[in-house]
C-alpha cells in the first residue's frame, strides 16, 4: 500500500524581487552584487505573479533579494499583494532602512520586516557582511523600523565562526525588541560554497539545535529554526514543548509544521520567474513568465516527488520521523546530487517509519 503524499497546501512563498544588493555578504545562496541583473520581473508581470498566486491561495509572500529595497517599485508590488489578501513581509539586511522607508513600508502593507544579524557586534557581524559599518546601520535600520511602529525580527546564518555566539545573538534580539529570533543553518550554496568548511559538524549541528530548543522553552520571543528540519524532531522527541504560542494572526510565521518545506507548503520564486522547492535548491521547476503559477505548484514532477514519501532515499527514506522533519532536501542535492537522498548532517539513527516518535506521534 502507497504511503499517503505530504499535504501540499501552499503556506509561504519566497520571491527573489532582485538580485541586486548593496552588501556583499560571505554566505550569500545567491552570489548577489549590485547589479543590475537582467530579466527581472517588470512591475506587471510582478502583479500578475501575485494575482496567479492570490487566485488558488493566501500565503505568506516574502519579498527577498538580494535586497529587495534596491527595487524601486517594492512598496507599489507590496501594496498590491496586501489588497489582494496576501500577507506581504520583506527581509532585509537593514541598512538602508530610514524612519521615512520605514514609514513607506507600513503605509504599503509590510506586516513585517526580518533584518539579518549574524553576530553580536560589529566586528563579527561586519566580517560577515564584508563591509565596515553593516552592524551599525542595521542597528540604525531597526530603530528606524520601532518609531514607525513597524514589527521585525532577527534572522542570523548559523556557522562554525558564530555557533558560540548564538546565545548572545538571542539576548541581543530580546534587547532590541524583536518579535522573533529565526536562526539559518548554513546551507553551502552560491557564495556560501566558499564556507563549506565553515559548515558545522552533524554533532554540533545537533548540539546546536537541542540547546536552541532549550532556550525557547523561556525565551520571551519567539524562537524558530529554519533550514534545520532536524529541529522539528528534537520538538517530538522532546514532548513538542517550545516558546509560547504566536499571537493571533502570526500563526502562519510561526506554525509547527515540518522540517523542510520545499516544494510541499513553501516555494521560491527568482528574479527571472523560475520556480525553485526553496531559494537554496536550484531545480527549475517551470517559468511563470511561460506558464501559469498554479500549473506549476500543483503538476511540477519535482514538487510532486518531493510530496511522496516513498521517493526519498537512506535514512530520510527509512526514518519515523520523516514527516516532521524530511531532511534539508538542498544539502541533500549539494552534497550527492541527488535531492531525495538522506540529509547529510544528521546524526540520529532511524527506527523506522513504524516506530513511535515521541509525545505526539
Known sequence: ????????????????????????????????????????????????LLEEIAAFSRPIIILTGGEPLLRDDIYELAAYGDG???RMVLATN???????????????GIQRVSISLDGPDAASHDAF????????????????????GMEFQINTTITSSNRHSLSAMMELAVRL???????????????????????????????????????SLTSPILLKATCAPHYYRILRQRGGAGSQPPPEGHRGLHAVTRGCLGG???CFISHTGSVQPCGYLELNCGEVTETGFEG???????????????????????????????????RAHELT????AEEPFCVYEPKGKGAPRGADS
Not at 550554496?189 to 530548543?213: K, P, V
Request: proline share 4%; aromatic share 8%; hydrophobic share 35%.
Open 177 to 215: 525588541g524583536a518579535a522573533a529570533h529565526h536562526i539559518f543553518l548554513l546551507v553551502p550554496t552560491g557564495r556560501g560554497r566558499d564556507l563549506a568548511g565553515q559548515a558545522i559538524s552533524s554533532q554540533d549541528y545537533e548540539d546546536t539545535l537541542q540547546a536552541f530548543h532549550s532556550a
Open 264 to 266: 510541499i507548503s513553501f
Open 94 to 108: 537593514g541598512t538602508l532602512v530610514t524612519e521615512e522607508i520605514a514609514r513607506r513600508m507600513r503605509e504599503a
Open 84 to 86: 489582494l489578501g496576501l
Open 129 to 148: 557582511r564584508q563591509m565596515p559599518g553593516a552592524f551599525a546601520g542595521a542597528l540604525e535600520g531597526i530603530e528606524a523600523l520601532k518609531k514607525a
Open 337 to 340: 546530487g541527488d535531492y531525495l
Open 1 to 48: 500500500m502507497s504511503a499517503p503524499l505530504l499535504p501540499s497546501t501552499l503556506r509561504m512563498v519566497a520571491w527573489e524581487v532582485t538580485r541586486s544588493c548593496n552588501l556583499s555578504c560571505i554566505h550569500c545562496r545567491a552570489s548577489s552584487q549590485r547589479g543590475p541583473y537582467p530579466g527581472e520581473l517588470s512591475t506587471e508581470q510582478g502583479k500578475k
Open 296 to 330: 506549476i505548484w500543483k503538476n511540477s514532477a519535482v514538487f510532486q516527488k518531493l510530496r511522496n514519501p516513498e521517493s526519498y532515499s537512506g535514512k530520510c527514506g527509512r526514518c519515523e520521523f520523516f514527516r516532521v522533519c524530511g531532511g534539508c532536501r538542498a
